[in-house]
């Protein structure tokens, strides 16, 4: 394989093993994995700790007008392997994941200029390329230009499966009919938002991992590194 490095990019719906796939491409070829959900879920923190956001609704005109106070990094964790988020310098990979955020991310993730924001915080960080990013607009808005992209697709049967596993781990107490019921509504947010909806793009190569194993995907995606580089 040739050493110059490229920049990959990593769409699709929610569930579908993105980041499993992405943290595996960043560990195998020495890259560095950005979680940009991550980044959108810290903006959203953000706004509930300023009560821009609540019981599903979120402030956009208050939001937009504190955006430059807000400022996201990742910090390197040598425990996971992996950088964690941090807002304004504080770390909040755990804070993220509760389910206010949750709630609240679709909503921050559609205004615009929080959008224009990390975007820019993205492509500046695929600047030096050798960098994995998954999210939702990475090969169509943030590295249009990225040497492979990759969009990852999975049946709902073996999705809602997945998350249920990845709740109950957790010790969240849901039905397989809840877990059904968000996934859904979550992809009919992210493709039909107005701005930068989650779509296939032209030159992505398609990863349905509904019957592959983690260590079967890795494979495949690194066959694909090696045409692309
Ligand atoms: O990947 P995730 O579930 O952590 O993403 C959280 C939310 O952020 C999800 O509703 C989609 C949105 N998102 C986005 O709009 N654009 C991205 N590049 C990444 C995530």
Known sequence: MSTSKINIAIDGYSSCGKSTLAKALAKELNYVFIDTGAMYRAVTLFALRKGLASQGTVHSESLIAVLPE??????W???EQRSFVQLNGETVEREIR???VANHVSAVASIPEVR????QLQQKMGESKGVVMDGRDIGTVVFPKAELKIF??????????????ELMAKGQNVTAEEVKGNIESR???DTHRAADPLRQAGDARVLDNSNLTPADQLTLALSWVNESV
């Not at 224009?116 to 975007?119: G, P, S």
């Open 187 to 189: 992809d009919y947010q």
């Open 77 to 79: 964790n040598d425990d």
């Open 152 to 165: 990852m697709t999975a049946s709902p049967e073996v999705r809602v499966q997945r998350r249920l596993t």
């Open 70 to 75: 807000i400022t996201i990094t990742f910090k």
């Open 98 to 100: 509760e389910m206010d």
């Open 116 to 119: 224009k924001k990390l975007v």
